[in-house]
């Protein structure tokens, strides 16, 4: 088992730049959540999603953050265009099916500076 | 708003001593909590969750924890603590139907020395 898998692992970019980072979650998982984490804030829920649909997308910070899952074993975290206040590690979950309650499985996160 | 508070930012401890993680939950309805740990640079990872049953709840590496309804507390305990355990730990709940959403503590950094 993979595990869940986040890339890159790292990403330095100029403010103005699209960043896209990328999640593969556990297969079977049909929750999957992504979280920002930075020292003021903490660790963030921005959105998730259950069987590919946005469920709760209101920790996304504003419209400059968008989300897809298009399928199961894939989605995306988009900023555009990316600020220097967007530097975090941003963390992909995944959990599993039948209820609410399952632990989530973390991937290594993606570090993205933006300059 | 529901909400979760790790009352220390960090702890520095003596190897082999005891440690206690303190964590309080805002909401008394039915309720389920998590540990989680994070080691330099990499994710999260489950030490232990209260779902329902006895009130402690031991997870890995020796950990365990102590659901408290009357004080709405989950304080995460050690007995005897290792240099590899010095990491960030945080709390989490999630209540009932709220599809699985975790809301984490703060985080508190624990700091195990020789």
């Known amino acids: 088992d993979a595990g869940v898998i986040q890339s890159p692992r790292h990403e330095v970019t100029e403010m103005g730049q699209e960043v896209t980072l990328r999640c593969k979650p556990i297969?079977?998982?049909?929750?999957l959540f992504w979280y920002r984490q930075t020292m003021m804030r903490g660790l963030e829920l921005l959105i998730y999603?259950?069987?590919?649909?946005?469920?709760?997308d209101s920790g996304m910070p504003e419209d400059r953050f968008s989300a897809k899952m298009p399928n199961a074993s894939f989605s995306t975290l988009k900023i555009q265009p990316s600020e220097p206040r967007d530097s975090a590690v941003y963390f992909c979950?995944?959990?599993?099916?039948?209820?609410?309650?399952?632990?989530?499985?973390f991937g290594p996160g993606t570090r993205l500076t933006v300059l | 708003a529901q909400s979760v508070t790790q009352l220390d930012s960090q702890v520095p401890v003596f190897e082999e001593a005891p440690v206690e993680l303190r964590c309080n939950y805002s909401?008394?309805?039915?309720?389920?909590l998590f540990w989680y740990v994070q080691y330099p640079n990499q994710g999260l990872q489950l030490l232990l969750k209260?779902?329902?049953?006895?009130?402690l709840v031991k997870g890995i590496n020796g950990f365990e924890a102590e659901f408290n309804k009357s004080q709405t507390s989950f304080h995460l305990r050690k007995p005897s603590v290792h240099i590899s355990d010095t990491a960030e730990y945080f709390c989490?709940?999630?209540?009932?139907?709220?599809?699985?959403?975790?809301?984490f503590g703060q985080g508190t950094e624990l700091s195990v020395k020789p």
């Open positions: 979950a995944s959990a599993g099916p039948t209820n609410s309650y399952n632990e989530q499985f």
């Open positions: 999603f259950n069987n590919n649909v946005p469920i709760d």
């Open positions: 209260y779902l329902s049953g006895s009130t």
């Open positions: 989490a709940v999630t209540y009932y139907n709220q599809g699985g959403k975790l809301i």
């Open positions: 297969s079977g998982h049909n929750s």
């Open positions: 909401s008394s309805v039915s309720v389920y």
